[in-house]
T-cell receptor
Framework: DGGITQSPKYLFRKEGQNVTLSCEQN?????MYWYRQDPGQGLRLIYY???????QKGDIAEGYSVSREKKESFPLTVTSAQKNPTAFYLC?????????????FGSGTQLSVL | AQTVTQSQPEMSVQEAETVTLSCTYD???????LFWYKQPPSRQMILVIR??????QNATENRFSVNFQKAAKSFSLKISDSQLGDTAMYFC?????????????FGKGTKLTVNP
């Protein structure tokens, strides 16, 4: 079945540590996105990529980094510069098809600080 | 920048009744899309309904329908015959389609509880 796979489901970060969240899709979608969800804040865009080897900052990119070496994969690294990383992280993808624009979401990763 | 406002942080409804969730947005774009996503306790984001701004007809999906008022920049969701499985967070979202940029801007959500 086609879909978006995020791993791990739960992740714990120690002080000063970088951690990487995985996002893989087999939908052959061009664009991929990372959103952060905090209680009462809705979803906020961290980074997005419309094509391989290219990505753009979203609204809250500070303290995060991404790569897009393959169409199927869009990993997110939460660096030690992100002082408040505890949140639920959602990966999404979409295909540029006029009349069918929408985002498909993965099941999310809950990141917590030890 | 586009903004999406959901003015009702929490709502509740009795099973089988009808409830309406409010959403307003701010944009200078003329062509765009609006969405309602549902996030149940599993936290999986599920698309409920989608509206294209150039279409005057309100979108419907079974028990879910919208009231799209473009001039007022309002996009409310009506859930008819509410079911226990409708209990979830509901997010209104805006997408502009210009130059292939399909970013979604979300509201802060409305927590809906359906009571038996």
């Amino acid at each position: 079945d086609g879909g978006i796979t995020q791993s791990p489901k739960y992740l714990f970060r120690k002080e000063g540590q970088n951690v990487t969240l995985s996002c893989e899709q087999n939908l052959n979608h061009d664009a991929m996105y990372w959103y952060r969800q905090d209680p009462g804040q809705g979803l906020r865009l961290i980074y997005y990529s419309q094509i391989v080897n290219d990505f753009q900052k979203g609204d809250i990119a500070e303290g995060y980094s991404v790569s897009r070496e393959k169409k199927e994969s869009f990993p997110l690294t939460v660096t030690s510069a992100q002082k408040n990383p505890t949140a639920f992280y959602l990966c999404a993808s979409s295909i540029f098809r006029p009349g069918n624009e929408k985002l498909f979401f993965g099941s999310g990763t809950q990141l917590s600080v030890l | 920048a586009q903004t999406v406002t959901q003015s009702q942080p929490e709502m509740s409804v009795q099973e089988a009744e009808t409830v309406t969730l409010s959403c307003t947005y701010d944009t200078s774009e003329s062509n765009y899309y609006l969405f309602w996503y549902k996030q149940p306790p599993s936290r999986q984001m599920i698309l409920v309904i989608r509206q294209e701004a150039y279409k005057q007809q309100n979108a419907t999906e079974n028990r879910f329908s919208v009231n799209f008022q473009k001039a007022a920049k309002s996009f409310s969701l009506k859930i008819s015959d509410s079911q226990l499985g409708d209990t979830a967070m509901y997010f209104c979202a805006f997408m502009k389609t210009k130059g292939g940029s399909e970013k979604l801007v979300f509201g802060k959500g409305t927590k809906l509880t359906v009571n038996p």
